[in-house]
């Protein structure tokens, strides 16, 4: 299998596939994986692509060198009556970013990582945030590309990058 692959922007037809790209995310961990079905109907997951492309979402999508869709990562900009995970605060959006199991750990995360935040900044956002579980190694890329620790509950952390 060849690792290349290329980056676009997230479309309005991409909703059902970062579907499938947040059940990777809440199934980071083999052992625990819950099934789709389940992750999609949970509320608290659901407000991060229901109603996909709302105005304000952002992403952007990895592609294989055979046109395979193999990971996402999007934004979006959540009410304080209905906060994600990694909520911090009003016009704070929140990133979400998941990779296909076999793509992991060969620049896919960190392309659309840097990617989705240079588009945040560029769209004049100040700050990006997230929620990662605490022993999920991805907290090692997110701290690696600036992104830091400003809450942590008894599972999850949530991490904030100031783009400004």
Do not use: C
């Not at 009556?81 to 979400?96: A, Q, S, T």
């Not at 296909?100 to 956002?125: C, D, E, F, H, K």
């Amino acid at each position: 299998m060849s690792s290349a692959f290329v980056l676009r922007p997230a479309t309005q037809p991409d909703g059902a596939f970062l579907g499938d790209m947040l059940v990777e995310a809440a199934n980071w961990q083999p052992a625990g994986a819950r099934p789709k079905h389940e992750v999609l109907t949970s509320a608290v997951q659901l407000r991060y692509v229901t109603g996909w492309m709302r105005p304000g979402d952002t992403g952007v999508i990895a592609e294989s060198s055979s046109g395979e869709a193999i990971g996402a990562a999007w934004y979006r900009t959540l009410p304080r009556n209905e906060p994600g995970f990694g909520y911090v605060d009003i016009g704070v959006p929140e990133l979400i970013i998941g990779v296909r199991p076999i793509w992991r750990a060969r620049g896919v995360g960190r392309a659309l990582l840097r990617s989705l935040t240079a588009t945040a900044q560029a769209a004049g956002y100040a700050r990006l945030s997230l929620s990662v579980e605490r022993e999920n190694y991805a907290t090692t890329l997110y701290r690696s590309e600036g992104f830091a620790m400003t809450d942590q509950g008894a599972t999850r952390v949530t991490m904030v990058r100031r783009l400004r």
